[in-house]
């Protein structure tokens, strides 16, 4: 079960029947934006996103799986390199890593000594909201915006998907996808994704720190001796 909480996390990225913080931090405060001064808003974002070769911040995550009506929350540090390498370093309720490179994920499991090695593709509940955290998607092209807005912690960014959702995603599709910008630096410092089937993750940036070098030993992984190594990567 603790698998399947995971992979939802993935930039399938609250629990939408869960009041806390964190869903706050997602919720509009006094009147919305007009559309145009959202739209501007979007473009800005991309734009200085799409200057960003990589990014490092510790993360707060909820996430709620509607099939068995649980929700976890989680922390970690995370690191992103463009083009599509990241790496999740979950530390809290329990350690375990995502390694993202070369359009595969790694998922090491430390107390069990797992690894499970999937294609990317095959992972993510929807791709767009991990396309554009992994600088190759685009918020502009990719996403219509519905609505923006103000509150404590920044300016929210809702959006939909641009294109109608494929038959095979399902109830995996996006419902709603919001991002929390901040006003000052246009840099997205949270998000929030709800799938059809109720499925919900949302994820908060703290002390974010942009375009630091970032070693290719980040991105590597070897499996420790005796690891039950299980390969998932074979097309079907």
């Known amino acids: 079960?603790?698998?399947?909480?995971?992979?939802?996390?993935?930039?399938?990225?609250?629990?939408?029947?869960?009041?806390?913080?964190?869903?706050?931090?997602?919720d509009?405060?006094?009147?919305?934006?007009?559309?145009?001064?959202?739209?501007?808003?979007?473009?800005?974002v991309q734009k200085t996103y799409g200057g960003v070769s990589s990014l490092q911040a510790d993360f707060l995550q909820e996430s709620f799986l509607s099939a068995l009506d649980v929700s976890e929350q989680s922390s970690g540090k995370m690191q992103f390199r463009k083009p599509g390498q990241m790496r999740w370093d979950?530390?809290?309720?329990?350690?375990?890593?995502?390694?993202?490179r070369d359009k595969v994920l790694t998922l090491f499991q430390p107390k069990e000594n797992q690894v499970i090695r999937q294609r990317v593709?095959?992972?993510?509940?929807?791709?767009?909201?991990?396309?554009?955290?992994?600088?190759?998607?685009?918020?502009?092209?990719?996403?219509?915006?519905?609505?923006?807005?103000?509150?404590?912690d920044g300016v929210v960014l809702e959006l939909s998907p641009a294109r109608a959702a494929s038959a095979d995603k399902g109830?995996?599709?996006?419902?709603?996808?919001?991002?929390l910008i901040n006003p000052s630096s246009y840099l997205p410092v949270g998000a929030r994704?709800?799938?059809?089937?109720?499925?919900?993750?949302?994820?908060?940036?703290?002390?974010?720190?942009?375009?630091?070098?970032?070693?290719?030993s980040t991105f590597e992984f070897?499996?420790?001796?005796?690891a039950d190594i299980i390969e998932r990567t074979a097309g079907e």
């Open 222 to 226: 070897t499996a420790p001796k005796g």
């Open 121 to 152: 593709e095959d992972v993510f509940l929807t791709d767009l909201p991990a396309s554009f955290i992994m600088g190759i998607g685009d918020l502009s092209r990719d996403f219509k915006l519905v609505a923006a807005c103000d509150n404590a």
């Open 1 to 26: 079960m603790r698998i399947s909480l995971l992979y939802l996390t993935l930039f399938s990225f609250l629990v939408t029947n869960v009041a806390t913080a964190q869903s706050r931090s997602f």
């Open 28 to 44: 509009c405060r006094g009147t919305p934006w007009p559309l145009n001064r959202g739209q501007a808003m979007v473009q800005s």
């Open 171 to 179: 109830d995996r599709a996006i419902k709603t996808f919001k991002l």
């Open 90 to 100: 979950y530390l809290k309720p329990e350690a375990q890593l995502f390694l993202i």
């Open 193 to 216: 994704v709800v799938d059809v089937g109720g499925n919900s993750t949302a994820i908060l940036f703290q002390t974010p720190k942009t375009n630091a070098l970032i070693p290719d």
